[in-house]
């Protein structure tokens, strides 16, 4: 799972004002039709695992984790195993006329930037992606690649993390990028600080871990 915290901010340099911050939505023309989708766009009989905040369209060969914070005892995180590629998700509540995404991705990159890492930006299928590479680190011979994809719904914003193959392959990334535009958003009506990561939870008849699901 990212160590990445989704609230951590940028500290303006003592003397200088802070970065204006792009507020503005970033979302596929066609989000509403091709996904990420919110949960009123999709028919009611579709199946879908059902795991509170997201919803994930099963598929043949998909494996699925759920990242659990054992000190809150809360699931914090889903990731998806697919073709050598992990695909990590989280939901986000997010104001109703604009946007999380171009926000995060500036934090996320001023965050790793200050941690070593070489952060890039650049277009991907959804609109502007961050890929990181991470410096080698005890253990490891080789940098590592990933690479922050994100989209903003109404009221929400999804957040993915693509870790393996997937980061660097363009046919293992568009892999990745059908599944994360499966992916069906639950933001129910509660207000929620814009920020704040939508509560998921373990599916029926599942238990915390690595499970499979099927198409």
Sequence with gaps: ???????????????????EVDRSKSAPEDRETAGPFDFTEVPAMR???DLGGIKVAPREGLQMRLEVDERAKRVVAATLGYAESQLQLQAFAAPKTTGLWNQTRAELAAQLSQQGAKVLELEGALGTDLLVTTPAV???SESREIRFI?????RWMLRGLIMGKGAS?????DSLIELFRETVVVRGEQPLP???????????????GTTETQA
């Design 1 to 19: 799972m990212s160590d990445v915290e989704q609230n951590s901010a940028i500290e303006p340099i003592e003397g200088q004002s802070a970065p």
């Design 47 to 49: 199946p879908y695992v």
């Design 138 to 140: 005890a253990g490891q």
């Design 150 to 154: 994100g989209v903003d719904g109404p």
């Design 169 to 173: 392959d363009l046919d293992a990334y």
């Design 194 to 208: 814009p920020g704040e990561m939508l509560a998921l939870k373990v599916p029926a008849g599942a238990q915390a």
